[in-house]
């Protein structure tokens, strides 16, 4: 099954040697973002802007994918403090809707460019 690349403006450029999501049959892998302002490549100032960025830019991405946050399968959220669990869980409330994807959560000590949180998805479109 051959590989397609999806890509959009509206989302941050890859910043490394990856691709903002990869097609393969109908699952596309969106790779992780952060708070990132795409126009600006300016990171969001605190953890409730860069909550809204991450998924407002996994919403960009999904949507040049022919999709949406609504085929999302698979969510995993990297947090610096899991303190900050609940504004995603706020978030994630106001960007899905039932059913809700698989999700993971997992504690790290540090994300890209001094992220809070970063995210990253897995969609089935079909």
């Given at each position: 099954?051959p ?5 959009t403006?509206?989302?941050p ?7 903002q ?16 302002d795409?126009?600006?490549?300016q ?14 830019n996994?919403?960009?991405v999904?949507?040049?994918?022919g ?7 698979k969510?995993?959220?990297?947090l ?8 995603v ?19 790290v000590?540090?994300l ?15």
């Amino acid at each position: 099954m051959p590989k397609a690349v999806i890509s959009t403006p509206h989302a941050p450029s890859a910043i490394g040697t990856y691709s903002q999501a990869v097609r393969c049959g109908d699952t596309i892998y969106l790779s992780g973002q952060i708070g990132l302002d795409p126009a600006t490549m300016q990171l969001a100032e605190g953890i409730d802007a860069q909550v809204q960025r991450v998924f407002d830019n996994l919403k960009a991405v999904a949507a040049a994918a022919g999709g949406s946050l609504d085929d999302a399968a698979k969510l995993t959220i990297y947090l610096t403090d899991l303190g900050h669990f609940a504004k995603v869980n706020a978030a994630m409330a106001v960007y899905f809707t039932q059913p809700y994807p698989a999700r993971a959560a997992i504690g790290v000590a540090s994300l890209p460019r001094g992220a809070l949180v970063e995210a990253d998805a897995v969609l089935v479109i079909g």
